[in-house]
């Protein structure tokens, strides 16, 4: 994995270096949301996939607490947290089965639970960017 995210910074370095704007893309599933349309090559943006960069890094169930990569797709984590019975506190919508944890964070979109068990931004302890 140590791989992946040293190739995302050298396509972040790389994106710096030429002072290009950087389009930044998991899963898609949010892709209806505002102005939308595909990045093209004459756009002059450079595209980081976020995808591969994902996973459990741990888990523990009875500290309440999971670290998770970006590109780790929505439906694994809860695969992994129902199986002790858990599931996340707040309810981000599965536009497809593509969503990622990384779209989930970036969009903020907490579910029809939020006004009860509180937003999204309220369960995630840290981020490393």
């Known amino acids: 994995m140590d791989f992946v995210l040293s190739e995302l910074c050298d396509q972040v370095m790389t994106a710096r270096a030429g002072h290009k704007p950087l389009f930044v893309m998991g899963g898609g599933s949010k892709r209806f949301y505002g102005n939308y349309r595909p990045v093209r090559p004459q756009d002059g943006h450079c595209l980081l996939d976020m995808t591969p960069y994902r996973g459990i890094v741990s888990y523990h169930p009875s500290e309440l607490v999971v670290t998770v990569r970006a590109g780790t797709p929505l439906e694994e984590l809860e695969a992994a947290l129902a ?10 919508p599965h536009f497809a089965p593509t969503a990622t944890v990384g779209g989930c964070v970036a969009a ?22």
């Open 83 to 92: 199986e002790h019975g858990q599931m996340l506190a707040f309810e981000p």
């Open 108 to 129: 903020g979109l907490s579910g029809p639970r939020r006004m009860s068990a509180g937003a999204l931004k309220d369960f995630v302890l840290g981020a490393q960017l």
